[in-house]
């Protein structure tokens, strides 16, 4: 599969298209390929290292160069398979919510039953600054209908 990776922090002549394997979810994940990636401010920090201390403080950082290669945290996309032990989603929904790894045509992502780790129970990183331009330049209407942020969604919702 194709992803935009990194293999050292920097600009963003850092990043490449290269093919890499596709993730398989382990007991609590789910599979999704993607079709939408969000892009927002937690992506830069991790692109660019920046500030120093984030490589410290966030796991999933090296401290010299990235563990994890594919960069994207916000995904929309359709479930193609599941872990061992996820019995909230099955192949074919569709979901959106918070991964590592977003811009690849295949993303591993926390099942957000799973309590392990899985921020605001499913809810993209970028939905509160999106909500809030919303509101502000849309001016929506009370007969609209949006998700309720902290909960995970699916077309079976």
């Known amino acids: 599969m194709q992803a935009i990776v990194q293999d050292r922090y ?10 890499i394997d596709q993730p398989v979810p382990a007991g609590n994940e789910v599979l999704v390929q993607v079709q ?8 830069w920090h991790v692109m660019t290292g920046l500030p120093y201390l984030i490589r ?5 950082l090296g401290l010299r ?6 960069l994207g945290m916000d995904v929309a996309g359709r479930v193609e398979a599941v872990g061992s032990k996820v019995t909230r989603f099955q192949p074919g929904d569709e979901v959106f919510g918070w ?9 591993s992502a926390l099942n957000p039953r799973s309590r392990e780790g899985l921020p605001h129970d499913g809810q993209p990183a970028s939905w ?20 309720a942020p902290g909960r995970a969604q699916t077309s079976r919702s």
């Open 56 to 60: 410290i403080v966030v796991p999933a």
């Open 99 to 107: 991964c590592d790894g977003s811009f690849a045509e295949y993303a």
């Open 65 to 70: 160069k990235p563990k994890s290669p594919v």
């Open 36 to 43: 939408a990636a969000g892009l927002h401010r937690g992506d």
């Open 128 to 147: 509160p600054p999106a909500s809030a331009a919303l509101a502000r330049i849309a001016r929506p209407r009370r007969s609209w209908r949006s998700p």
């Open 10 to 19: 920097g600009s963003a002549d850092v990043l490449e298209l290269a093919d």
